[in-house]
């Protein structure tokens, strides 16, 4: 598979099959994206990665703590600008109608439409789920590394025939993730994973997200 093939096959996958990543398939993904790119090399990921029975329980953790505090918990980090602006917010609201749409979840039926997003909290049936933390005293363009580095590892897990979603829905969790994995004070959670191989047939992975063309965000001078 070329970049080109993992790139547009690449998607958030929100229904997967009940089949099981092998441990060194994960390991080699990991240590190759550590070849993303990294300002002065800080390299400042630090990943934890969760399956089997580790998964199962914080799957019943989040089963609980879910309806306990549908709300989530005070996050640390704001996931969206709290005015978002145009047309950004148009790309949100996009997304969200034709994934409800795939589903056959009217926008009025709000309480459907929370169930259904409770399933985030369930690795959408994934069998392996990971965690990005950061040190508290990294700033913006650190956690661009950040970024870098995932994308990467969604790439090759293209490479490898896995399938992935990343969800900073996470984020809303900060303290039970972080109780859960005993993350140190100094590391704040940035965002987590679900991954392992895409179940097709779910009616989640039956739409593709929308992009906008290269002429709304690229300006070209002189070529």
Not at 33 to 53: E, K, M
Not at 116 to 131: H, I, T
Not at 142 to 153: A, E, I, K, P, R
Request: proline share 8%.
């Amino acid at each position: 598979m070329n970049v080109s093939e993992a790139l547009n096959t690449r998607r958030s996958v929100r229904g997967f099959l009940d089949r099981p990543v092998e441990g060194a398939v994960i390991r080699r993904v990991l240590e190759t994206a550590a070849r993303a790119p990294s300002g002065g090399n800080l390299q400042p990921w630090h990943i934890d990665v969760v399956g089997g029975a580790d998964l199962d329980a914080l799957k019943a953790i989040m089963a609980k703590r879910v309806p306990e505090q549908p709300t989530g918990e005070p996050t640390e980090y704001d996931i969206y600008p709290r005015e978002l602006a145009e047309p950004y917010k148009s790309y949100r609201y996009q997304v969200g109608e034709d994934l409800y749409g795939a589903l056959g979840i009217p926008r009025e039926n709000k309480m459907a439409r929370m169930m259904w997003f409770a399933r985030n909290f369930q690795f959408f049936g994934a069998p392996l789920a990971l965690f990005c933390t950061v040190d508290r005293r990294m700033g913006p363009p650190q956690w661009s590394d950040l970024g870098m580095y995932l994308q990467s590892v969604m790439l090759l897990l293209r490479e490898e025939g896995l399938d992935s979603c990343p969800q900073e829905c996470w984020a809303i969790y900060p303290k039970t993730i972080g109780d859960f994995l005993g993350t140190p004070p100094e590391r704040m959670l940035f965002t987590g994973m679900s991954i392992g191989y895409a179940d097709m047939d779910d009616p989640a992975n039956q739409f593709r997200t929308r992009r906008a063309p290269v002429e709304d965000f690229a300006t070209f001078r002189g070529i």
